[in-house]
């Protein structure tokens, strides 16, 4: 399933056709920076805080290429969805997990 461009929000988790979680963290003027995990990551058990992302450099694109993916709905916190939003708590994690606050305030600040 292919995501609208409008589908796409900061701080919501999806999950591509290849099993790679993607967290949006910043968007701006149609450009977007996420934290992807490796493909094949397996199923997340978000009771914990622990998400996918450490040590996986933070990716940045066009919102539209990201939609353009395939993605499939996943459960969050027993909620079956095609995306999950993120708690404050978790996206602070994503962030952290793949070095991506300066990169994102260069992309809000621009």
Same mark, same amino acid.
């Given at each position: ?58 990716? %940045?694109?066009?919102?539209?290429? /990201? #939609?353009?993916?395939?993605? &499939? ?5 027993? !909620?079956? $969805?095609?995306?999950? %939003?993120?708690?404050?708590?978790? /996206? #602070?994690?994503?962030?952290? &997990? ?5 990169? !994102?305030? $260069?992309?809000?600040?621009?």
């Amino acid at each position: 399933m292919r995501l609208k461009e409008a589908e796409v929000e900061v701080g919501y988790l999806y999950l591509t056709n290849a099993n790679q979680y993607r967290a949006v963290l910043a968007m701006k003027d149609g450009f977007m920076i996420y934290a992807p995990s490796i493909e094949g990551s397996e199923p997340l058990n978000l009771m914990s805080t622990s998400l996918p992302f450490d040590n996986q450099p933070f990716k %940045k694109c066009q919102i539209i290429t /990201f #939609a353009k993916k395939d993605y &499939q709905a996943f459960e969050f916190n027993g !909620i079956k $969805a095609i995306k999950h %939003k993120l708690n404050e708590s978790q /996206f #602070a994690v994503a962030i952290a &997990q793949c070095n991506a606050k300066s990169a !994102i305030s $260069a992309l809000l600040a621009g």
